[in-house]
């Protein structure tokens, strides 16, 4: 975003004054789009990446703006890439993002949409226990569903499945196959992010039927 200076001249009553105040042409970034383009609120260490065209500079001298009051800075990784880091917010909402090489910038200028959302926290699971051949089908209770397309993860340990939900505030997911019984993590990530809470959920060895004896008995019972 580097930009052309030029001096200004005075003038005063016809006369051109000499000054030595400098004038920039500043090349703003043309901003195309964020990934991810939705953050959690009340939650620190995010990271956006903003994709475009003409980011030049350093994370000393380059900012993005998540509406009025939210300036961080940033850094270009090349003409077409930069990263930032989201801010620490408390209001869900849609906000404009723009970047500029100037932290207080104000004009008009190139921005994209970024939406703050409140994703909830677990508060309870159900069943809290399953068999180690899985397929339980497990309610996360706590999450806030907001109709948009956001992609919610259930973790059994180390293993994810997807989430789907039922409801405004339930997250089913079904419990993934494991070798070994015991107590394991299960938390939840929305966009990649985790989200507040986590609870346990066993394991344990299902009793396998291998054969029936006898296989036929009569009308009457009491075998």
């Given at each position: 975003m580097t930009g052309e200076q030029v001096k200004l001249l005075l003038q005063f009553e016809g006369q051109l004054c000499q000054s030595d105040l400098?004038?920039?042409?500043?090349?703003?970034?043309?901003?195309?789009?964020?990934?991810?383009?939705?953050?959690?609120?009340?939650?620190?260490?995010?990271?956006?990446?903003?994709?475009?065209?003409?980011?030049?500079?350093?994370?000393?001298?380059?900012?993005?703006?998540?509406?009025?009051g939210h300036v961080v800075r940033a850094a270009s990784l090349s003409s077409s890439m930069a990263v930032c880091t989201v801010p620490f917010v408390q209001q869900a909402g849609l906000v404009q993002l723009t970047c500029s090489q100037y932290e207080h910038y104000r004009d008009k200028q190139p921005s994209l949409h970024y939406l703050f959302v409140d994703v909830g926290g677990i508060n309870a699971i159900f069943p809290t226990t399953g068999p180690t051949r899985g397929g339980s089908v497990v309610s996360v209770f706590g999450l806030k569903e907001h109709g948009i397309s956001l992609i919610h993860r259930c973790q059994f340990g180390?293993?994810?499945?997807?989430?789907?939900?039922?409801?405004?505030?339930?997250?089913i997911c079904e419990s993934p196959k494991r070798f070994e019984a015991g107590k394991v993590s299960l938390s939840v990530t929305a966009e990649g992010r985790k989200v507040e809470g986590a609870k346990y959920f066993e394991y344990f060895h299902a009793p396998a039927i291998i054969s029936v004896t006898p296989c036929i008995v009569g009308k009457g019972g009491g075998q």
């Open positions: 400098l004038f920039v042409y500043l090349r703003l970034p043309l901003l195309q789009s964020v990934l991810p383009s939705i953050g959690i609120i009340e939650r620190s260490g995010q990271v956006a990446t903003v994709i475009g065209e003409g980011f030049y500079g350093s994370a000393a001298s380059f900012y993005c703006s998540f509406g009025l180390k293993e994810e499945v997807k989430g789907s939900f039922v409801g405004r505030s339930t997250l």
